[in-house]
């Protein structure tokens, strides 16, 4: 039984959770410091995004044969993208109207941050700046390419013989680092609790609880029917992920677990050229989390300032986040990018209003992380269910179940 527990990635992620948030609270400069320990933790763990992208496109592509199925795959994915995180923004913004976490502020006794380098110059979006920033889909276009080109070669199976034996040392080592993620996730929660201090949630208690809220109906209803269509178990798969959300969960970042996630998405069934194309494109491109989190943020802030929206202006709210939520993706600051150019656009909230977040944004972020992280798994899962490309033994397999219990 000891054993079991010493060797339990889980117990361990949780208890270093629970210690960096004693750290944090008790000894906040203490916690501070150790805010090195999560963030190297997650530099080491994007090392190996880009070339697990890399090695699972290529031998995809020239596993799948079909290149115009690569395409379709592609095109889907983002339609799912879209109507996906439009629902989320729809959802953000009707809990925002229902809970009114906005009114009743006393805006004299929250702690304001400084917006000046989210406000100040241009905030416009600019798509060609967001592809020379985003390494990530530079990877995947690439990796998409050298997998359509090396699948027409005569000799392709020399290659690929090299890519599947450089891809199992890959993961080897990746499985090694995170064996480190309960010292990342003690870092990060001691950084987040110490510099931050718990007492500046209570004046924006009911934003964040509205928030938190609002993220788990959105995995359990939506994400769960999505699943539920293909007779998967929204909670069968978050017991499957569950080392991984407590990693996101610690250090606020659903990049600390993108390679394990694709990882795991393979194991149980999905195929891997779906897993290669989905995951690190919906990285950039669906945000759930996100989409969620800013259309509340700005009902919240319209209920602050007393502003009553219109519907007209409500569809040009969400048209604006429609777009800016993807281009900003993969910025340092994104969220509040993108909010400051929305309420500029608009002219009716002040932008102003962005420094009443600044101080319990750091909490909600963990909410936002993970909700991605799940949103993108599940976006996987439809697209190899509905292209055929999933195999139900494996997910049997790896749920530890049997046919019936489904």
Not at 280 to 291: K, R, V
Request: glycine residues 10%; charged residues 15%.
């Amino acid at each position: 039984m000891i054993k079991k527990i010493a060797t339990n990635l889980t117990f361990w992620v949780l208890f270093a959770i629970t210690a960096g948030i004693l750290v944090g609270h008790f000894f906040p400069a203490t916690g501070v410091a150790m805010q090195p320990l999560g963030k190297y933790f997650i530099d080491v763990i994007k090392l190996f995004i880009n070339p697990i992208i890399l090695l699972t496109m290529v031998t995809g592509i020239c596993g799948m044969g079909d290149l115009k199925k690569v395409g379709k795959v592609g095109g889907k994915a983002l339609l799912y993208f879209e109507i996906i995180t439009t629902i989320a923004l729809l959802i953000g913004i009707w809990v925002g109207y229902l809970l009114e976490p906005g009114s009743g502020v006393n805006t004299s006794i929250v702690a304001k941050g400084d917006i000046s380098k989210y406000s100040s110059g241009p905030v416009s979006i600019s798509w060609v700046q967001f592809f020379k920033d985003n390494l990530t889909i530079q990877v995947l276009l690439f990796a998409i390419l050298a997998g359509i080109v090396i699948s027409r070669l005569k000799n392709k199976e020399v290659i690929l013989t090299k890519v599947y034996w450089l891809s199992k040392y890959v993961f080897r080592g990746l499985h090694f680092v995170m064996k480190l993620a309960p010292i990342g996730a003690f870092g990060g929660m001691a950084f987040t609790i110490g510099k931050y201090g718990v007492a500046t949630l209570l004046p924006l208690g009911k934003l964040m609880a509205c928030v938190y809220i609002t993220m788990a109906l959105f995995i359990f209803l939506v994400l769960g029917a999505i699943l539920n269509y293909y007779k998967i178990s929204i909670w069968k798969f978050l017991g499957y992920i569950k080392n991984e959300l407590l990693i996101v969960l610690g250090t606020s970042s659903s990049e600390a677990a993108l390679p394990s996630l694709m990882e795991k998405l393979e194991h149980m069934g999905c195929h891997k050229s779906v897993v290669g194309l989905v995951v690190p494109a919906g990285y950039s491109f669906n945000l759930d989390g996100t989409s969620i989190y800013l259309s509340m943020a700005i009902v919240f802030l319209a209920q602050v300032f007393h502003i009553q929206l219109n519907m007209e202006q409500i569809i040009t709210i969400i048209g604006i986040l429609m777009v800016t939520s993807k281009g900003a993706a993969g910025v340092t600051g994104s969220g509040f990018i993108i909010l400051a150019s929305t309420l500029t656009a608009t002219k009716v909230i002040p932008i102003e209003g962005l420094a009443l977040l600044l101080g319990v944004d750091r909490f909600m972020s963990e909410a936002r992380a993970i909700t991605n992280f799940i949103g993108n798994g599940v976006a996987a899962i439809f697209i190899s269910n509905n292209e055929k490309m999933f195999d139900r033994s494996r997910m049997y397999k790896a749920f530890g179940m049997h046919k019936n219990e489904l």
